[in-house]
Each structure stands twice: as C-alpha cells, then as structure tokens.
C-alpha cells in the first residue's frame, strides 16, 4: 500500500490528503501565487477547496499569518474561481 501525503489546512487545521487542498504560494522573489501543481519553490500554505473555507481565510487573515505578507485580493479571487470548478 503506497502513503498517501497529508498536509493541514491553515483555515480549519484539519489534516486532508495533499490532492484535496490547494497551495498558495510566496516565491523567493515575495510574489504570491496560487499553486495548482503543489511543486512549485517557496513557502506554501494549503487550503481545503471550499468557498467557505476560502471565505473564511480573507475573513480571519489565516493566510497572511502562514505565509508573513500580505495576500492579494486577486488571489482570493482566483481561489474562489478554482472552488467553482
């Protein structure tokens, strides 16, 4: 049987297998993407793939805290545009 990769939502602290969150990202040059892959270099944080969830991250700033900046509106957008899909 393989493992199957664990990470924790920073929102609700619940541990979800890694193909059920989505990873947002500060790069080594401090941009913020959101990361479809979950490879790609720099600091991440995972979300779990609801809008309330990612409501709730802008609402209580779960996502400045883990990543140390600022978060964009655009990325929270882009989150809720990936939640509708």
Same mark, same amino acid.
């Given at each position: 049987?393989?493992?199957? !990769?664990?990470?924790?939502? @920073?929102?609700?602290?619940?541990? *979800? !297998? &890694? &193909? %059920?969150?989505?990873?947002? @990202?500060?790069?080594? %040059?401090?941009? /913020? @993407?959101?990361?479809?892959?979950? $490879? $790609?270099?720099?600091?991440? =944080? *995972?979300? $779990?793939?609801?809008?309330?969830?990612?409501? +709730? =991250?802008? &609402?209580?700033?779960?996502?400045?805290?883990? +990543? %140390?900046?600022?978060?964009?509106?655009? /990325? *929270?957008?882009? +989150?809720?545009?990936?939640?509708? %899909?």
């Amino acid at each position: 049987m393989r493992k199957i !990769p664990m990470r924790k939502c @920073v929102v609700t602290q619940e541990r *979800y !297998p &890694k &193909k %059920e969150l989505i990873r947002v @990202v500060r790069t080594p %040059e401090n941009e /913020i @993407v959101v990361d479809i892959t979950g $490879k $790609k270099n720099g600091h991440g =944080a *995972y979300l $779990k793939l609801s809008k309330e969830i990612v409501t +709730l =991250a802008q &609402k209580n700033h779960a996502l400045n805290r883990a +990543l %140390e900046c600022d978060i964009p509106d655009d /990325i *929270y957008s882009q +989150l809720m545009e990936l939640c509708s %899909e």
